[in-house]
């Protein structure tokens, strides 16, 4: 049963990697596109977070940063003072060098003692820059296996959130164990969901900078969600670098810049005045929800 007088939760969760990133036959790591190059760029990442930081500040929206631990050295050293910068937003991890976990493009699966030293290594760096601890993880492409979540649980994570689940009648964007796996990891899963024609969307906005589809798709879904997910919480997220170069790593003419960077501040400002639904960080969502959950089972008991 739904509570009807709580919120729809929305969160902005951004992955902070190499622009136009992609995995590559025969090695771990990913490459900026056109991979033939053989290197990472981290421009466009730059001018996107910055802005986006730039409206995260005028909408007063706290997010969720799930930082590559590369991208953030890289930027680091660069002279941006990323600590600052994420003071009020949640820190979390998006890998090493965005890794192809699960071998799917390297044709390299990796093997658990690696998994086990790549999270942990991730996890302590950014733990490092940023102070503070990390309890919440992404997958390059979103991928996991088994042996991708139990090196998360032996790392000292608490959540995930690389699951996409279909938002409806069995899921209503509550937290889940990952019991499929094997573990007792949380889930914070991505909801996919279907437009008015029926074609099933994702919460990854890129699709609106790469004009297939428009800000207003993703506010109906989340005035819909809005009605059958209250008290859940739907996650957008959205890549810094998509503002300013497209998947191929071709840069966008500065109207298309201009026009993404609309769109994206359309859908910042419409949930942050939307009525029965409350901006929030993943951990702290996550935080909210074990506290009720566990008051839940006492009075049950
Ligand atoms: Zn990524």
């Given at each position: 049963m739904t509570d009807t007088g709580e919120p729809l939760y929305v969160a902005i969760s951004l992955d902070i990697d190499p622009d136009a990133n992609a995995a590559v036959k025969g090695q771990y790591d990913a490459l900026s596109s056109p991979v033939r190059h053989g290197k990472i760029s981290t421009d466009a990442c730059k001018k996107g977070l910055q802005k986006i930081f730039e409206l995260l500040d005028i909408y007063t929206i706290e997010s969720t940063l799930f930082?590559?631990?590369?991208?953030?050295?890289?930027?680091?050293?660069?002279?941006?003072?990323?600590?600052?910068?994420?003071?009020?937003?949640e820190v979390a991890c998006h890998s090493l060098k965005h890794e192809d976990f699960l071998g799917k493009i390297s044709g390299m699966p990796m093997e658990e003692g690696i998994v086990e030293e790549i999270i942990k290594e991730a996890k302590g760096i950014l733990e490092k820059i940023f102070a503070r601890n990390i309890r919440g993880f992404r997958a390059p492409y979103t991928r996991v296996n088994h042996t991708v979540i139990k090196a998360l649980e032996h790392a000292g994570f608490q959540y995930d959130s690389s699951e996409t689940v279909s938002l409806g009648a069995t899921w209503a964007g509550k937290p889940f164990s990952l019991n499929t796996f094997g573990s007792n990891l949380l889930e914070l899963a991505l909801p996919s969901f279907l437009d008015r024609k029926g074609k099933k969307m994702s919460s990854y906005l890129w699709t609106i900078f790469e004009d297939k589809r428009s800000s207003h798709e993703y506010i109906d879904a989340v005035l819909w969600a809005r009605e059958l997910a209250k008290g859940g919480l739907f996650l957008f997220a959205i890549h810094p670098w998509h503002l300013y170069v497209n998947s191929q790593g071709s840069p966008f003419r500065k109207e298309q810049v201009n026009k993404n960077l609309k769109n994206f501040e359309y859908i910042l400002s419409q949930i942050k005045q939307m009525q029965g639904v409350q901006v929030i960080r993943q951990d702290t969502y996550l935080e909210n929800w074990l506290k009720l959950n566990k008051s839940v089972k006492e009075t049950k008991q």
């Open positions: 930082y590559e631990a590369r991208t953030a050295q890289i930027l680091g050293a660069e002279g941006i003072n990323l600590p600052k910068l994420s003071e009020r937003h």
